[in-house]
T-cell receptor, first 116, second 112 residues
Framework: GAVVSQHPSWVICKSGTSVKIECRSL??????MFWYRQFPKQSLMLMAT?????????EQGVEKDKFLINHASLTLSTLTVTSAHPEDSSFYIC????????????FGQGTRLTVV | GQQVMQIPQYQHVQEGEDFTTYCNSS?????IQWYKQRPGGHPVFLIQ?????EVKKQKRLTFQFGEAKKNSSLHITATQTTDVGTYFC????????????FGSGTQLTVLP
């Protein structure tokens, strides 16, 4: 199957700093990628849809100035958590589909962010 | 708003017992997908159902899509410890939506 690589797998940062998470489709082109947040023992909450070459589409309640998404190429999307606070600590995970929207989603390994 | 509900939230079974998780949508789904997430891991695609009333099997797993395309179920026969994890259903809620909406998930624990 297709491979989506997410980096880093975990990161600890100080409150007030920014953290960048990368999501790469290794063997296919992804015009659309999705960013999720998952709290312990809960479901995946869609944060935003990342569109190559255009602005991301954010879900209601997600601060676009805090969670900056850039989809500069067909294989790379980045999520930057700006001015991180302890409440931003979570598991962030990206996904991409290889073909149309009605195909399976391939997930990255996820990034465990801890803000201290 | 539109959402996908899943029950039960947690299920503990003895190894060898059967397990079923149910997924219900407030609106008609164009398709339903099922994913499994092992503890500490990321979701992995299991299957996609598209047709009304569709039934698909993968070894001990049986997936069903309701006639109205609003509900789905995953049944595991004779569970094994390797079945441990959280099972999510996910569907596309409207014709123009590009994203999947995930159910709340069912966390399965299999006791040896």
């Amino acid at each position: 199957g297709a491979v989506v690589s997410q980096h880093p797998s975990w990161v600890i940062c100080k409150s007030g700093t920014s953290v960048k998470i990368e999501c790469r489709s290794l063997d296919f082109q992804a015009t659309t990628m999705f960013w999720y947040r998952q709290f312990p023992k809960q479901s995946l909450m869609l944060m935003a849809t990342s569109n190559e070459g255009s602005k991301a589409t954010y879900e209601q309640g997600v601060e676009k100035d805090k969670f900056l998404i850039n989809h500069a190429s067909l294989t790379l999307s980045t999520l930057t958590v700006t001015s991180a606070h302890p409440e931003d600590s979570s598991f962030y995970i990206c996904s991409a589909t290889r073909g149309g929207v009605d195909t399976e989603a391939f997930f990255g390994q996820g990034t465990r962010l801890t803000v201290v | 708003g539109q959402q996908v509900m899943q029950i039960p939230q947690y299920q503990h079974v003895q190894e060898g017992e059967d397990f079923t998780t149910y997924c219900n949508s407030s609106t008609t789904l164009s398709n339903i997908q099922w994913y499994k997430q092992r503890p500490g891991g990321h979701p992995v695609f299991l299957i996609q159902l598209v047709k009304s009333g569709e039934v698909k099997k993968q070894k001990r797993l049986t997936f069903q899509f309701g006639e109205a395309k609003k509900n789905s179920s995953l049944h595991i026969t004779a569970t094994q410890t390797t079945d441990v994890g959280t099972y999510f259903c996910a569907g596309k809620l409207s014709g123009s939506a590009r994203q999947l909406t995930f159910g709340s998930g069912t966390q399965l624990t299999v006791l040896p």
